[in-house]
């Protein structure tokens, strides 16, 4: 694998962006816009569906942990899928998939029925993302067009989070069955055009067959994962439950990792790894997305729960955030094109590191203007810049027969890290739930788990600026290596490294 980017690129000759160039750009983000809207909008609609449906709240949590176990879980078997069975084909398949379940889930009068919806969706989005990320990495060559196209990719997740946290409040005031089925024809309006826009791509060859024990090993094991740490909050982190599920997860993992040592076709090259640049850019992703889902967790709690604001006026005071990183979209390729990613990355971590402190400043009678919306304005300035930077970092210099594998992997990055430091957060808030709910005391207790997600953001800080310092190293050079099927690298050439 060669090195992801970690200095400013250099100049290269300017290519015209097509109009079929731009149409399969648009294709692929309504893909990743449908993702996020889905996970943002079915959370106001929650409330609604229990009521019609006559859902317990703990059968009610299951129709957005369905979607993440789908999604999380299945995520590094999509990646590689897409890679040796044609990216077009399994993203094509797999966006038709994510339609009819939408339609589905709008249609289903029955808790069990609809929470399968959200499971088959949530894995039809596991190989749409690492095949649409792929796609572009594959599409556009490496450098400024890539890092354009990438921006403005990873700008639609966040447009459609912030768009469905909106939607969702005006969709349920008619019906929360608007929330399930407004994704279906949008997907199949981005599966038509893409039958006519995206390129066609070729199946891996000389792939050394398929790692069938691999595959089934890394589903099950992050399945597991995702399954005990969506459960922990609710039996209990040391119930004998949770403590042999992670026993389990462990001996998997470790199986799994035996497994794709020996494999001669390995499901995940264990060798991309071996970059520190590669692991940084997985631990930010797992750090990132944490921090921000546990915030925004507890934000609409206590938005909702202690100042009485309705969703949609919640959904309102999120958006300068979202707004903030639509409107820098088209920036941010020439950002990272001056600067790089290992200069912005610890700018971006460091700007979240602010808004979440200056948020522990709220209280039962907050000024919106003086803590709330400059915390939301560091905060979407903070995800304009370290998004787009992670999803660069990670794909850059990678061969293209990987970039599927990559791409799963960072996926799977961000729905664990996701998954993980949610429930750390919400068992702290737990944990110091008061004997007598009075609003001052709640507010108390989230404190603390305002305080992980501050801490979980400086963790990310500090793992971004061992990047920046070994960048800072004067003509320092860094090997590059080609990828290959084995787990040995080849040094091909060697690149200084500019300050």
């Known amino acids: 694998m060669t090195s992801p980017l970690t200095t400013p690129a250099a100049p290269s000759p300017a290519v015209r962006w097509t109009p079929r160039l ?283 729960s202690l100042l009485g604001w309705s969703a949609l006026h919640t959904a309102l005071a999120f958006l300068p955030a979202g707004a903030l990183v639509a409107l820098s979209a088209t920036k941010m390729g020439s950002i990272v094109d001056r600067f790089g990613t290992q200069r912005l990355l610890p700018v971006g971590f460091g700007l979240m590191v602010i808004g979440y402190a200056l948020f522990l400043q709220v209280d039962l009678d907050p000024v919106y203007a003086a803590v709330i919306l400059p915390s939301m304005l560091l905060i979407g300035a903070a995800c304009a810049l370290v998004f787009p930077s992670l999803n660069i970092q990670a794909t850059n210099g990678v061969d293209d027969h990987e970039q599927g594998m990559v791409s799963g992997l960072l996926n799977t990055s961000v729905q664990v890290g996701g998954a993980i430091f949610l429930a750390i957060v919400t068992a702290v808030v737990t944990a110091g739930a008061p004997e007598t709910a009075t609003p001052q005391a709640v507010l108390d207790s989230y404190r603390p788990g305002l305080i992980v997600v501050t801490g979980i953001a400086v963790a990310g800080l500090l793992i971004t600026l061992t990047g920046l310092r070994s960048g800072r190293r004067p003509q320092r050079s860094v090997v590059v290596a080609q990828s290959t099927m084995k787990e040995t690298e080849t040094e091909t050439e060697r690149v200084p490294v500019r300050d």
């Open 22 to 304: 731009w149409g399969t750009l648009l294709v692929l983000c309504a893909a990743m816009f449908l993702d996020a809207l889905d996970v943002s909008m079915v959370g106001v609609a929650l409330p609604s569906i229990g009521a019609d449906l006559g859902l317990s709240t703990s059968t009610l949590q299951w129709i957005v942990s369905g979607y993440i176990l789908g999604y999380g879980g299945l995520l590094l078997l999509g990646g590689r899928t897409a890679d040796l069975l044609g990216r077009r084909q399994v993203f094509l398949i797999a966006l038709g998939v994510f339609a009819v379940a939408s339609l589905l889930g709008g249609l289903v009068d029955s808790g069990p029925l609809l929470i399968a919806s959200r499971f088959i969706k949530g894995l039809s989005a596991a190989f749409t993302a690492p095949a649409g990320l792929s796609i572009i990495t594959t599409t556009f060559p490496e450098g400024p067009l890539r890092n354009r196209a990438l921006s403005i990719y990873t700008t639609c997740a966040a447009t459609g989070f912030s768009m469905g946290l909106v939607l969702s409040g005006l969709l349920t005031e008619a019906s929360w069955r608007l929330t399930m089925l407004l994704p279906a024809p949008i997907a199949l309006i981005a599966l038509v055009a893409g039958l006519k826009l995206l390129p066609r791509s070729a199946r891996e060859k000389d792939h050394n067959g398929y790692d069938i024990p691999g595959a089934v090993l890394g589903t099950a094991s992050m399945l597991l994962l995702v399954f005990t740490v969506v459960q922990a909050p609710e039996v209990g982190w040391a119930s004998a439950r949770t403590l042999l599920s992670f026993l389990a997860v462990a001996v998997l993992l470790t199986v799994f990792v035996l497994v794709e040592r020996r494999s001669p076709g390995p499901l995940v090259r264990l060798g991309v790894l071996r970059s520190g640049i590669q692991i940084r850019a997985q631990l930010g992703a797992m750090l990132f997305f944490g921090s921000y889902v546990s915030f925004q967790f507890l934000v609409t709690l206590y938005m909702q």
